[in-house]
Each structure stands twice: as structure tokens, then as C-alpha cells.
């Protein structure tokens, strides 16, 4: 394992350490991506997961929205399937649709045949994280994995789904077969967050992005103890870690019980219920609705300083701390200027 390096400096992992940054962090979920020139230009000639099968172009389109925007943190330009495909599933990415599987995975059968992540399999992710933590400087990079409940609605639907309702038909109908699904992807989440956190990783995400189609109860039973067991495996790393996912006003509570320090939260809850809901001392993450950047500077910098201000509500309310971001991620018909103001707003304020 490489010694992480300290960044002392940084307000990103002071704020998501649970201490007081000296002004409120700001990046962006996708900021790397289909919002700029630079990045269509790369993806004109390389499939999306050949391009995250290649050290060099992760490097390069990892850096792009830091160079562009200034933002305080970078994000690994990689996706949730990476880790499944170097798991030996048949996989793509589909351009404006998303992830499609081969095999989809319905029976014990095919769950029994699910391979653990071999790690030499995504060894590109490995050199493009060391590539990275040389060229960042002072930024630091955060790398991420899906969540075990996001995974799975992947592979047992085959591809992205309005209601999950195979997943959810697996999770109450055979909950012996979901249970053994959600063990070997939790396997899987964490090696490859291992991976990462081995090559030098400063802080890591864990993106459950559908958990928010799950009640309360049926989150508790089916999702939470497999999720947990990914940060209780990972605190030793000692880096900061975070928790996030869509829709989740009424989960945020059991979200934080997980035992990530920070908590993403989508644009529907304001930071301030947020805070009463996770756990004191939980640092949060959010939540400008990214269609609000569609609206025009005008719109956006107000907006802005609205969430600027719930955050300091929220801090007043017991969160350790607020790092702005969207509540979901950058949409691909933003106006990347505008994001480049809104750091440099964020960052005055
Ligand atoms: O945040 C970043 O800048 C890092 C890059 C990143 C990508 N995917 C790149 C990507 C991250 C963190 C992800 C995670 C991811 N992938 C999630 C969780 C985050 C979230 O948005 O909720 C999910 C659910 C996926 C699955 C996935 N991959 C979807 C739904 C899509 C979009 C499909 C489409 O084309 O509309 C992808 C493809 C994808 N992942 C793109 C990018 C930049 C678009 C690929 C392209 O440029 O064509």
C-alpha cells in the first residue's frame, strides 16, 4: 500500500473529515463528462468503457473539470460496471441508455457463478489513480464504487429500470438468492475501492443511486447490513468516506447508520431537515438540483446562495460540515461556463 499523502490544505477533506474547512468545498458529481468539448472530443474515438480501460485517458479526462472549473476534489472518471466487468461479467455501456449485461442474473445459478473482482483485471484503474495523484497537486481524488443495492438492479433487470421490479420481485420472493446476490457484489464493491485506496486514493464514494426506490423497512432488511459491511471493512483505510444515493429523504437516517462520515443528499431535502435526520456529526454533501444550471446564471447564482445557506443552517443543526455539490449529477446539456462561475461564486462565498 503507498503512503497516503497529507493535503493539509484541502477544504474538501477537512469538510468531509468532519472538521471546519476554511470555506465551504465544491465539486461536482459528473463533472467529468458529456458537459464538455474536451471530453466529447476524447469520446469521439473511444467506447466509454474502453475509455475506462485505459490509464492514460482516465488520467486525462480525470483532470479535465479540474483544470477547467477549479473544483477542490477530483473524481476517478470510471463507472459503477467497471469493477463487474474486471469481475468477468459481459457487459456495455450504451450510449443514452446506460449499462446493459449480457446474462442478466435471475436464478442461484447464475449468482453462484458471479467470480470475486480479480484485481489485476482492472489494474488500468490501479495506474491511472497512481497517474493521477502525481499530477493533482494539492487536489485531492476521490475514488468510488456502486453500492451493492445499485449493482444489483443492474444485473438482475440487465439494464437501467423506471420501477427495479425484478430486483425488487428477487428481494422479497427469494431472499436467500438476493441475500447470497448482495454478498458477492458487497465482495466486489470493496475490492474495488481496495484497489483504489491501495494505488492512493484521498477519499472514496459510494454511489447508491436507486436505493431511494426502497421503503424505510424493506431498505433496513434487504440493503443496509450489506452496505455497512463495505465501510466497516474500509474505515481502517482511515481516508474520508461518503454515502450517497437519489430520493432518499426518508432512508438518510439509516443511510448514515451505514458508517460513512459524510452523506450525500439529493436536491428534494433541504440540508438543514438533512442534518436532523444522519447522525450527529455527520458531514453533508449537496444538493443543487442540476436542472437549475439550465436555467441561466441568473437562476443558478441564486440558488446558490440559497444552498450556501441552508448548509450553514445545517452546520447550525449539528452537520459537521457542508460540501457543496449537485444533488445528482452534471447533466450533459449544461453550459460548462456556467459551472466554472459557480465554483468561483462557491468559493467567495
Ligand atoms: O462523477 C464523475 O465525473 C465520475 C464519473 C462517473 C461516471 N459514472 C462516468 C460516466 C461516475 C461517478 C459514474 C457512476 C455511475 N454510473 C452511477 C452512479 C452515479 C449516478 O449518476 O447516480 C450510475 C448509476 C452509473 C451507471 C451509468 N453509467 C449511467 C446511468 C450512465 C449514463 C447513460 C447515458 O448515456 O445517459 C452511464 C454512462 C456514463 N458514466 C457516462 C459517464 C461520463 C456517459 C458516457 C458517455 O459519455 O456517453
Redesign the pocket.
Known sequence: MNTRRELPSSPYLAAAAGRTPNRVPVW???????SLPE??QL?ATHK?LDACFDAELVTEI?LQ?VRRHQVDAA???????VPLRGAGIDLD???????VIAHPIRTDADVAAIKPLDPQQVAPVSDAVSLLVAALGEVPLIG?A?APF?LAS?LVEGG?SKNHERTKAMMFGAPQTWHALMTALTDITIGFLQVQLAAGVDAI?V?D??AGTLSLRDYRTHVLPHSSRVFATLADAGVPMTH?G?GTAELLGAMSEAGAGVVGVDWRTALADAATRVRPGTALQGNLDPVVLLAGWEVAQQHTRAVIEDGRRAVAAGAAAHIFNLG???L?PTDPGIITDLVALVKSL
Not at 28 to 34: D, N, P
Not at 75 to 81: A, H, N, Q
Not at 93 to 99: E, H, L, M, R, W
Open positions: 461536482f458529481m459528473r463533472q467529468a463528462g458529456r471530453y466529447r469520446r466509454m480525470t473539470p473524481i476517478l472518471f470510471s463507472d459503477i460496471v455501456i450504451v450510449p443514452d441508455v446506460g449499462p468510488f456502486g445499485t443492474y437501467p464514494q454511489f443511486s436507486w450517497f437519489v445528482h449529477g452534471v450533459p
